[in-house]
């Protein structure tokens, strides 16, 4: 069964270093999403990829993160420089097009420590 | 403006009682979708079931079964005969279909069941 692929799984990190993570899509999707999951809170989008265009980062604090996804496949989010407020689960999740985003497809995340 | 609301912070049990998790949902759309999402201690978001608007019927699933009231804007969450298994983090989910994806999550239940 395709999965959404995520990696690292763990991430210990100092404030104010720089960050990247990872996902790679199931294959053939055309939409990909960032969540990021606060402690004790719900998952909410950070951004949204139509292949490898933008359409909603309204959510992504742009001063110190950015997300790309190149050739519209496989994305990278990143944070320079890291805060201790960015302590997280950083979820990827990708559908196979923006009308069909009902059926949102969740990798395994990513935690994120910041120290 | 879209909300989910999951009023249970924790829930305890002893194993084989019956549990139900409650959400309550606002929307000024008329299309959407419901979901409710597992997350174990691993983190993983797990898909349990996706209602849309249209479809009232109650479901059952094994052990799990889900009531959909429009009039009431509630979507429970019944767990019949709880395992120690089901210990996790619940979250119910609403998708606006003009939203184009951008899920809006509860701030979930973390239900233990005691063996």
Redesign the interface.
Known sequence: EAEVAQSPRYKITEKSQAVAFWCDPISGHATLYWYRQILGQGPELLVQFQDESVVDDSQLPKDRFSAERLKGVDSTLKIQPAELGDSAMYLCASSPSREMAYEQYFGPGTRLTVT | AQK?TQAQTEISVVEKEDVTLDCVYETRDTTY?LFW?KQPP????V?LI?R?SFDEQNEISGRYSWNFQKSTSSFNFTITASQVVDSAVY?C?L?EWG?????I????TKLSVKP
């Open positions: 989910v979708y999402y691993s983190g993983e978001l898909f996706r849309n979250f989910a998708s939203s184009q994806g951008n899920l999550f509860g701030k979930g």
